[in-house]
């Protein structure tokens, strides 16, 4: 092989490897965190229930749903409901445990990590 094939090989794997590297290189950004919050609204009967996210409300799981869907893959969303419970929460109410798993498979659909913190 002449010294200028040798030259360009190594200008090829020089630059393959920058490249490679550059793909393979972490962003500088983390993932943007959101603590979840369920808020029970006494006034009124039925008991009505709000999720809160930051300073935005939600007055149902699919309106819920319909938000973190907007956010970009990578966020966090952290939720520790307590272990006070009246019975008829959504997400968390005993006997309807195939909502939160949906709720948590939807998550992952979407790559939102999803940390729901246990109470006790």
Known sequence: MKASQRGICLVILVL???SAAAQEAPSDASPEKYRLELVRIVEGHPTEYVFVLGRVGFKSVDSLK??????????IVEWAP???RSGDEPLISVGQEWELAEFKAFCETKKIDFILVPSG
């Open 82 to 84: 307590g272990c006070m």
């Open 66 to 75: 319909k938000f973190l869907g907007t956010l970009p893959a990578g966020s």
């Open 16 to 18: 393959a490897g920058a």
